[in-house]
């Protein structure tokens, strides 16, 4: 049986490659895809979002637009790494065919938790506003989710500021209270996402593939790669958000352990870092699995096979 998957995102270059992963690969079944301002406005990675499930034929899975700012902050955006867009890159000369759900993220969310005949998994590739406002306003509602995998924090440092990663950044208050809300939870930091790299021999594979959809992740993945050289000099740019998705759908291709974890959303120069008790030195109980390592030739292979199964 399929595992029920929420993607909740701010596309973003690899949120779009996520959720090409969550689509097509068999281990999961998505039922809803709702957005979140990080990346860029969540107009624009409302748009965004609808233009991968476009790009990818998906029509059947609504596409909600939730918070457009983090709880108590003010919005700041990764357009130095993503671009005008969100999703600079290949340029389209149409909108999207998927149009964007009547309803917003938050009445999505809460009717397919309420639908679904089993718990559903929340997968949060951006910062946690629509997941900490959900988890708050609808406390029924938690034994309704299986668990919730986030890309976000660091078990060491940050790369939007010395000790913090952009989504625990952008909304750290969020952050904080779905860390603490007692609902499992598994966090895939850049620790992990780092050994995700896109190098040469991945874009090979993709180029590979031969079809229009692979050329547009090649070019992605292209802009990705400048940005990241521009801005951090790695040769070969992470691919953060599809670890979250690769996590639920075989936890093999990404192992964890368990730690407690608390998100620093006051401290003048660390707010937003993620304090990871891997060495248990606050004899704080475990909340969390951690991500420590990833199988990288099997995490390549599903997505190699996502897009290729798009046709
Ligand atoms: C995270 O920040 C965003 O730029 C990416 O989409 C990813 O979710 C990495 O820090
Ligand atoms: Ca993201």
Redesign the pocket.
Known sequence: MAIPLVLD???????AMALLLAIADPAVELLAVTTVA??QTVDKCTVNARRVLSLAGVTDVPVARGADRPLVRRLRI?DD??GQTGLDGPLFDTEPTVPESPSAAQDVLIDVLQKHSTPVTIVA??ALTNIARLLASEPALTPKIAEIVW??GSTDRG??APLA???AYVDPEAADQVVRSGVPFTMCG?NV?HQALVTDDVLARFERIGTPLARICVEWMTFFASTYRQLWGFEAP?L??PVAVARVIDPAIVRCVEANVVVEAKGEWTSGATAVDLFNYTGRAPNAQVAVELDREAFWTRIVDAVTALG
């Open positions: 995102c701010d596309p973003g270059h690899d949120d990080g990346n990764a790494v993503h590739t951006g890309m976000g790369n939007i990663e952009a989504n850049l996402t992470p953060h958000d």
